[in-house]
């Protein structure tokens, strides 16, 4: 399996600051890479697919960059309800699509 | 808009067999490939597997000899059985679209989870 490692863990921040989160994989995606933000209580949303594609809908203070085995997420200007756990996912092959162990993105 | 429900037990019995149904509505389940994904409470994701409308799957070999998906295309639904259940198998199970883009194997739409709690 390819293991996804996300850094940090956890992360604290302000509203206005921007902020990134890592994803390294175990081997080369290229970059079949998605992100995902969730929510106490809720299901996970797309945020980004294909390492950098942003999904219809979603704002533009999220980016995605990275190929091969680095990826990052980055918050332009954190809004107050940015604040979630975030997951990255690959998506090389399905056996087995696998996701990082998530960044929960705090308020300090 | 297209949505998707989980249904079914939220209590299955040790050495039993869980299973859910994900209803889809506003889209036709031949159209897109479907996964079930589910995260233990306070824990992180994992993928179950995925099917297509002719029968197609693909299972996490984690689970595989415990899993079997199907689909109704008549009902617009997609359903799962894990056997043999655990304690370790309590978990929200969501059910999801994958993504259509070539080569997409991401999730863009998902359901709004179901707890199953394994216990006696």
């Known amino acids: 399996d390819i293991q996804m490692t996300q850094s940090p863990s956890t992360l604290s921040a302000s509203v206005g600051d921007r902020v990134t989160i890592t994803c390294r994989a175990s081997?080369?995606?290229?970059?079949?890479l998605a992100w995902y933000q969730q929510k106490p209580g809720k299901a996970p949303e797309l945020l980004i697919y294909m390492a950098s594609t942003l999904e219809s809908g979603v704002p533009s203070r999220f980016s995605g960059s990275g190929s091969g085995t680095e990826f990052t997420l980055t918050i332009s200007s954190l809004q107050p309800h940015d604040f979630a756990t975030y997951y990255c996912?690959?998506?090389?092959?399905?056996?087995?699509?696998?996701f990082g162990q998530g960044t929960r993105l705090e308020i300090k | 808009q297209v949505q998707l429900q989980e249904s079914g037990p939220g209590l299955v019995q040790p050495s039993e067999t869980l299973s859910l149904t994900c209803s889809v509505s506003g889209a036709s389940i031949s159209s897109h490939y479907w996964s079930w994904i589910r995260q233990p409470a306070g824990k992180g994701l994992e993928w179950i597997g995925r099917i297509f409308t002719i029968g197609s799957t693909k299972y996490n070999p984690s689970l595989k000899s415990r899993v079997t998906m199907s689909v109704e295309t008549s009902k617009n639904q997609f359903s799962l059985k894990v056997s043999s259940v655990t304690a370790a198998d309590t978990a929200v199970y969501f059910c999801a679209r994958v993504g259509s883009t070539v080569g997409a194997a991401y999730f863009d739409l998902w359901g709004q989870g179901i707890l199953v709690s394994v216990s006696s």
């Open positions: 081997q080369s995606i290229s970059s079949w």
């Open positions: 996912q690959q998506y090389l092959s399905f056996s087995p699509i696998t």
